[in-house]
């Protein structure tokens, strides 16, 4: 077996004994004849998956509770479209924008009624999170939204904006379960789980319950109303019941390990030593202001074109997989959730020294 150093920005890495504890169940789950793939979301050996998933994630996170934990489907992308669908009741939402992703939520937002953008790093190519002390939130916005990890960019929020009365709904998409976060800040979390959880197709919406209610836009379908997957605890129809399982194991994963205290030091110690080695070397630099730096998406250059896509051919045939920026951006971008092993990040590291030594500008 020989298995690549994959630093994909999601679908991304996975913890290997997750996988290879799920290929050992895969003909057989737990005496029932039968992969998860094969079973009835109705049946008892799939309850205890989904029960025992949220309640791991619950214990993860501390989540209160007056919060519900749904499993949903459509992507990250499609709660573009939900969180306004239940949640805009004054038609008005007051927006960050941070880069592709905060504006792909904008442009859903627009849909459906007025978004302030209050705040922008546009100006510099998204390479910093905004100031945010003097934000002017609007009276009639019925949420305040953020994205709280930027995964083409590589920021991430340090610091929450300060939002009164005003709900704050996040997109925790590429740092969900990196860090403790304290959920009783936000009305709603969401995240694909593509990245730092499980396999594409599977949203985790953590919400609170006073906001889940009938009162929704008009036309909105059954499918996006959270009433419908809260009432149903996740299962209305056919879930995405494998990623679920998935997940399951890798919320245990990251329990194991001693939970997301112990997570944030493991990412901290594991971000700086690509970091450090950035900001001494002379060839690669990053290109976010250090303050606002993200734990799990690291975007480096070298200034030339052709030197970035040298390294990343030369990464590629040493093991390094996936080492291209996002084709908006260019350059070179490590992702390193919280399934990359800290060797993965030192391999790496080596590699650009050597790379650095062999191309000295
Ligand atoms: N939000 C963030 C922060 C992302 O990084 C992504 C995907 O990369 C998305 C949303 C969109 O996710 P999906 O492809 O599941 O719709």
Redesign the pocket.
């Known amino acids: 077996m020989s298995r690549v150093y994959n630093f994909a920005?999601?679908p991304a890495v996975l913890p290997e004994e997750v996988l290879k504890e799920a290929a050992e169940e895969m003909l057989d789950y737990n005496g029932t004849g039968m992969s998860v793939m094969e079973m009835s979301h109705r049946s008892k050996a799939f309850e205890q998956i989904v029960t025992e998933a949220e309640k791991t994630l619950r214990d993860l996170m501390n989540i209160p509770d007056n919060y519900k934990v749904l499993f949903l489907q459509?992507?990250?992308?499609?709660?573009?479209a939900m969180i306004p669908m239940n949640l805009m009741k004054n038609r008005v939402a007051d927006h960050i924008n941070t880069?592709q992703?905060a504006k792909?939520?904008i442009a859903e937002g627009k849909l459906f009624g007025k978004i302030n953008v209050i705040a922008s790093s546009e100006d510099r190519m998204f390479s910093y999170i905004p100031d945010l002390k003097n934000l002017k939130i609007s009276d009639d916005a019925d949420y305040v939204y953020i994205?709280?990890?930027?995964?083409?960019y590589g920021t991430k929020y340090n610091q929450l904006p300060e939002t009164g009365d005003k709900i704050l709904v996040a997109?925790?998409?590429?740092d969900i379960l990196s860090e403790p976060v304290d959920v009783t800040n936000y009305g709603l979390i969401f995240?694909?789980v593509?990245?730092n959880i499980g396999p594409?197709g599977v949203?985790v919406v953590i919400i609170r319950e006073d906001l889940i209610t009938e009162d929704v836009l008009p036309g909105t379908p059954t499918m996006l109303r959270y009433k419908v997957h809260a009432d149903n605890k996740s299962l209305y129809n056919t879930p995405p019941a494998y990623g679920i399982y998935i997940c399951g194991k890798v919320f245990k994963w990251v329990q194991n390990l001693g939970g997301l205290e112990a997570m944030k030091k493991i990412n901290l110690e594991k971000a700086s030593i690509l970091y450090d080695y950035l900001d001494s070397s002379k060839l690669f630099r990053g290109t976010v202001v250090k303050k606002d730096r993200s734990l799990m998406n690291i975007p480096f250059v070298t200034g030339s074109d052709e030197m970035d896509a040298k390294f990343i051919k030369e990464a590629k045939a040493a093991g390094f997989e996936s080492l291209k920026g996002h084709r908006t951006v260019g350059g070179m971008r490590a992702s390193i959730y919280n399934a990359m092993p800290t060797k993965g990040v030192k391999l790496l590291v080596e590699f650009m020294k050597k790379f650095e030594a062999e191309n000295k500008i």
């Open positions: 920005a999601g459509g992507g990250a992308s499609q709660q573009f880069g992703w792909k939520a994205c709280h990890n930027n995964t083409i997109d925790m998409s590429s995240a694909g593509q990245k594409a949203v």
